[in-house]
């Protein structure tokens, strides 16, 4: 009832008030800053200017136009009819950014794949026995070789058997708020791992066989939680409030995928889809702004590489 409500004063506002829109980008579904935007009547200009910055720009009433132009420097200039402005305007670059590598001190020389943010502690999530969610990382480099592993958890409470699996995948070509993955082959598993009883935050894996990450393609990493042990060593399962958690840190990418709920049906989705993306383009859909930093998130797990020569 109260999205139904929301709706309607959306619709009347836009009514009222004159059209309104924001601009992303096409791939990551960001915001774009200060776009120029020029609305054309009968290829007449009647009206310039630039748009607003984490928030939906708003048209006035009383111009009469039947075509707008979007421009802004690093994208292809796009023209669109008045009539299809009624949702998110996409504009493309116009060169492909790499995403960015962070290359620590010369002393290691490791490559380190990942972002590396902010944690934030209340939004843990329990490790699953199943595939349910996970991080993808991006090799635009040479090809890498992954030495260490880097994830963080919350307190330990039991000891935690555990598998580290890393698998070649691809993504889908979004579509509205949809983007998936596609997994080709699992391209390596650890043996079976132990968090023990008290450990928290950081755990660092090194990895003693090469996993191969080759160039130009994608790899998606996620943690299976295979049993738990008392002080005896002896299995047991704990509740849900007792069980090991991976933490999440503040995400500036669309490199979270899980799978979702369906509160109606109380049904899990079969595909993991982009969460970040999916947020973006729901913000910008229905409420024509950006979403808080806080709500963006991913789960915090790293990639130490070296590069083949």
Known sequence: MRKTIFYILLFFSLNIFGQKFIVLDTDTYDLIDSVTFILYNDDKIVYTNVTKN????????NIKYNKIEFIKTGY??????????????????????LDDVVVSSKKNEYIILGESNRIRHSRSRLLMPELTFGTIFHNYKNNLNINHTIFYVDKVKYKTAYKIHFFEVEESLPFGNLQTLQF????????????NSKQKNRIEIEHKEDILFKENTKLFVYIEALYYLDENDKKILPKNKDRTKLKFQLSNENNYYSKTFNTTTSEQSANLTNSNLRIKYDFANY?????HKRILLTPAILLNTTEIK
């Open 287 to 291: 409420l024509f702004k950006t979403p």
């Open 54 to 61: 984490n928030s939906a720009t708003v048209i006035p009433s």
């Open 76 to 97: 292809k200039t796009s023209i669109i009819k008045m009539e299809n402005l009624n949702e998110p305007v996409f504009l493309t670059k116009e060169y492909i950014r």
């Open 184 to 195: 080709n082959q699992n391209i390596y598993s650890t043996d079976t791992l132990y968090l």
